[in-house]
Every structure is written in structure tokens, then in C-alpha cells.
Nanobody
């Protein structure tokens, strides 16, 4: 089993920045991808940004490209998400996910069986 501990999040004004971190422990060999997903009220959980631990392939949903940056520290089994130029529409509960997703569909929620606790990101206008 894999345990994920997420940190970061909070309240920020539009245009501000936040940083999310996710540390993995347990059966790390069971995963080759980690990333961040979000779920806004009344909406389905969606992939925001994920990274392949083996070759560093990254995915960003279109709405965050150029504003968010995902990074990894394999030695610490940690993935970080730097979120800049935040917008009110970024408001959601953010979840860290880990698994062995198929690269062609790396952004799909179904590829991630392990989840951390959600952290709320609120961007005020």
C-alpha cells in the first residue's frame, strides 16, 4: 500500500501563489506517477498536473498551463505543485494521487488508486 501526505493550500487573493506538496511512503515501487487533481463543488475530480516518476513526463490541464509547475524529488518521494497567478476558478479541493497510469491517459483519475487527503485552495476575487 502507498500512503500520501499532502500539505499546502489555503486562502489567497487572485493573482497570488500557493505551493502544494505531497510525500509518498509505503510501497513506492507500486507507483510510477504522482500528481495533483482537483474537485470543485458540483464537478467531477479532474487531473490538474501529473508527472511520471521514471522519465519526468508531465501533464498539465489546459487551464493551468503557464501558471502551474509540477516538480518531483525522487529521493524524498515528494511531488510539489507551484501555483502562480491563481484565479478564482482554481478554487477547489486539491488531491494528491499516485499510481501506475498509462502514459497516454496519464491525466485520468482512474489511473490512480492511491489518494492523499484533500487540501482546500480558495482564491478570492
Amino acid at each position: 500500500d502507498v500512503q500520501l501526505q499532502a500539505s499546502g493550500g489555503g486562502l489567497v487573493q487572485a493573482g497570488g501563489s500557493l505551493r502544494l506538496s505531497c510525500a509518498a511512503s509505503g510501497s513506492i515501487f507500486d507507483i510510477n506517477g504522482m500528481g495533483w487533481f482537483r474537485q470543485a463543488p458540483g464537478k467531477e475530480r479532474e487531473g490538474v498536473s501529473v508527472i511520471n516518476n521514471s522519465d519526468g513526463t508531465t501533464y498539465y490541464t489546459d487551464s493551468v498551463k503557464g501558471r502551474f509547475t509540477i516538480s518531483r524529488d525522487n529521493a524524498k518521494n515528494t511531488v510539489n505543485l507551484q501555483m502562480n497567478s491563481l484565479k478564482p476558478e482554481d478554487t477547489a479541493v486539491y488531491y494528491c494521487g499516485a499510481g501506475r497510469p498509462i502514459l497516454s491517459t496519464i491525466q485520468r483519475v482512474s489511473g490512480y488508486p492511491f489518494w492523499g487527503q484533500g487540501t482546500l485552495v480558495t482564491v478570492s476575487s
